[in-house]
């Protein structure tokens, strides 16, 4: 038996700048900006399920996120493609097969968003 578990623990998002990260990702999310920025350069997410850590100590062009690594979940993709448009959230795809799109945050990393 193995020791390591098939659990995903948390998500680290290489990010420039810690305030104005938290601050995009809470407001995309919904959730709010109370917390610590923890040691000057790490954000946890409140997240349900998985979850995610913004750390500017990790950022560099190398890190960033050129593919997406995870996805954020959705009951309604064409309103969840429309909310991200109206946010003017750069959107690299179309929605694809009525199920998911990709987007960048402000540091270029790219997400996707799919339709659970």
């Not at 610590?36 to 100590?57: C, N, R, W, Y």
């Not at 960033?64 to 979940?73: G, S």
């Amino acid at each position: 038996m193995s020791p390591v578990l098939n659990q995903i623990g948390t998500i680290f998002i290489p990010v420039s700048d810690i305030k104005k990260a938290r601050d995009w990702y809470c407001d995309l999310l919904g959730l709010s900006t109370d917390g610590e920025i923890a040691f000057g350069h790490l954000f946890v997410l409140p997240m349900q399920g998985t979850g995610i850590v913004l750390d500017s100590k990790i950022f560099s062009e190398e890190t960033r996120f050129k593919k997406p690594l995870f996805h954020f979940n959705t009951t309604n993709i064409q309103e969840a493609y429309d909310y991200m448009k109206a946010k003017q959230v750069e959107i690299t795809t179309d929605i694809e097969n009525n199920h998911w799109f990709n987007c960048k945050d402000p540091d270029g990393n790219h997400l996707m968003i799919c339709q659970c």
